[in-house]
């Protein structure tokens, strides 16, 4: 196990390099991009505003309503325009790894939109577009119980591995390889998206928590400072 | 479906009920409903599969299509499992576009198929880079009395094991009057699931009726196979707003593999 060698040469938990910067919109109420390594996410926050549909509306609370997508050149083969199962799958889990930290009741008949689009794809870009997003929000100064950090563990046939490239993601040996995209609420043991694919022992799971808590110590570390420079600007 | 529809005092009758370890139907919070599967929903179908779970019912069917292989797999057949949530299974079903129930369900039995690795996807190629067969689940819930999740997980899995791989003619198409004797290349020893826990308080169940899942806060659908004598997560996804704990992943990894044996037993009989 210890002989196990990433095709990019960082050890088994190290994280690829991370980029976290707020205040990338004018426009938008809140905004930041965030990457690990070639993965970048960029995500914009409108709101609380008036919600439409109005027979969607809640009187009792604001709602959130996350739009992640691929911007068409971020992969190999051009992605087609517009929203696919996929991605209206990974809208939906990003709203509820969100949604734990927000209380929206102050804001009732609103609705908050995040918009997640990935500039860059290479593996991680629901793991990126949560910590973009959840920057977003707190840029926007949307009361916040605290940020939320994601990232992904991997095993690589036997191997535990962290933030998997995608080069990583496509290991065909062995047991194969295995993605395990998680968010938490950062400093608890709140977990807010769990998914996975491929192949994990029930006994490994526990192990992956413990990694990606550790990851996401970092990742709120990053996203701490990226918040401290907009305000200090 | 942020907030399910149930009245708070339902919610609040059940949430202590469970408290105390028990449920409106006598089981216990971890205790599956009785299992039936019958076959040969339609004989127009390559394979297919009738599920139930208690009142719950799923039909499940596979058809085949030769087709391009993926630029990414061009010594593989194809996959694709797809369905919808019909209006006649439920009042809450509605017609028109797919919501977002519907576009899950079908992704999440496909994953936990997918990874188990039920399928030989390398032994449904035709003209390798060229053509291979397409395999395609459907899935169709005829009632709905909660857990669909796992039910049509089961009946996509069923159906498989009975799915035969159509003739083609000389000129490569499918002759539908000619009856096959190839059975799909599936492995017996591999039966995946998918075994959904639900959250409720701090009490966590499985085998919900719709009533209780509609009280229940957050739902992990965990999908579960045997590969080489190991116990085996191929899938997961957690769903609605409220986390799960630490304390709460950790019981379900300690009771996966019994809750998995269990209900392969209980499958045992209709193979």
Redesign the interface.
């Known amino acids: 196990m210890v002989n196990f060698k990433r095709s990019s040469g960082r050890t088994l938990t190290e994280m690829r390099k991370m980029y976290a910067k707020v205040g990338v919109i004018p426009n938008a109420d809140g905004s930041a991009i965030f990457s690990f390594g070639d993965t970048v996410a960029i995500a914009a926050v409108y709101g609380p505003r008036q919600l439409h549909p109005q027979h969607m509306q809640d009187p009792a609370t604001g709602i959130l309503r996350v739009n992640y997508d691929l911007l068409s050149f971020s992969v190999y083969e051009r992605k087609k325009p517009g929203p696919s199962r996929r991605s209206q799958e990974i809208s939906k889990v990003t709203e509820w790894a969100l949604s734990p930290v927000l209380d929206l009741k102050e804001f009732p008949n609103t609705v908050i939109d995040v918009q997640v689009y990935i500039l860059q794809a290479d593996a991680g870009t629901r793991t990126a577009g949560i910590n973009a997003a959840s920057l977003a929000l707190a840029h926007a100064g949307i009361p916040m119980r605290n940020l939320v950090c994601s990232i992904s563990v991997g095993k690589l046939d036997k191997n535990l591995v962290v933030d998997l490239d995608k080069e990583e993601e496509d290991y065909d040996e062995g047991e194969g390889a295995t993605d395990f995209p998680i968010a938490k609420i950062a400093n608890s043991d709140k977990y807010t998206l769990l998914q996975l694919d491929g192949k994990i022992q029930p006994e490994v799971v526990k192990k992956v928590l413990d990694l990606a808590d550790k990851a996401c110590d970092e990742i709120y570390e990053v996203q701490k400072k990226a918040l401290k420079e907009v305000t200090e600007q | 479906m942020?907030a399910m529809d149930c009245s708070n005092i339902t919610r609040e009758t059940l949430k202590r009920l469970f408290v105390e370890g028990k449920r409106f139907d006598g089981r216990g919070l971890s205790d599956y409903r009785d299992f039936n599967i019958s076959f040969n929903v339609s004989n127009k179908a390559e394979g297919s599969a009738r599920v139930k779970i208690g009142k719950t019912e799923v039909v499940v069917g596979v058809k085949m299509e030769v087709g391009k292989p993926y630029?990414d797999s061009p010594e593989k057949g194809n996959l694709t499992v797809s369905g919808d949530l019909l209006p006649m299974a439920s009042p809450r079903f509605e017609a028109g576009p797919p919501k977002?129930n519907a576009?899950?369900l079908p992704?999440l039995v496909d994953?936990a198929i997918r990874?188990s690795g039920i399928l030989d996807l390398k032994q449904l190629v035709i003209t390798p880079g060229e053509k291979v067969w397409t395999v395609i689940i459907d899935i169709y819930p005829i009632n709905d009395d909660g857990n669909i999740i796992d039910a049509a997980t089961i009946g996509a899995a069923a159906a498989l094991r009975k799915a035969m791989v159509p003739v083609l003619n000389e000129k490569g198409e499918i002759d539908y009057h000619q009856e096959s004797k190839t059975p799909l290349p599936i492995s017996k020893e591999i039966f995946p699931m998918i075994i959904t826990f639900f959250r409720l308080g701090d009490s966590i169940i499985l085998d919900p009726t719709r009533e209780e899942e509609e009280a229940c806060e957050a739902r992990?659908a965990w999908g579960v196979s045997k590969?080489e004598g190991?116990?085996?997560?191929?899938?997961?996804?957690?769903?609605?707003?409220?986390?799960?704990?630490?304390?709460h992943?950790?019981y379900m990894?300690?009771i996966?593999?019994k809750k998995f044996d269990e209900a392969s037993e209980k499958l045992k009989k209709f193979f």
Do not use: V
């Open positions: 942020s630029a977002f576009i899950e992704r994953r990874h992990i590969w190991q116990y085996m997560i191929n899938s997961c996804q957690k769903g609605e707003e409220i986390p799960l704990t630490r304390q992943i950790e990894m300690d996966i593999p």
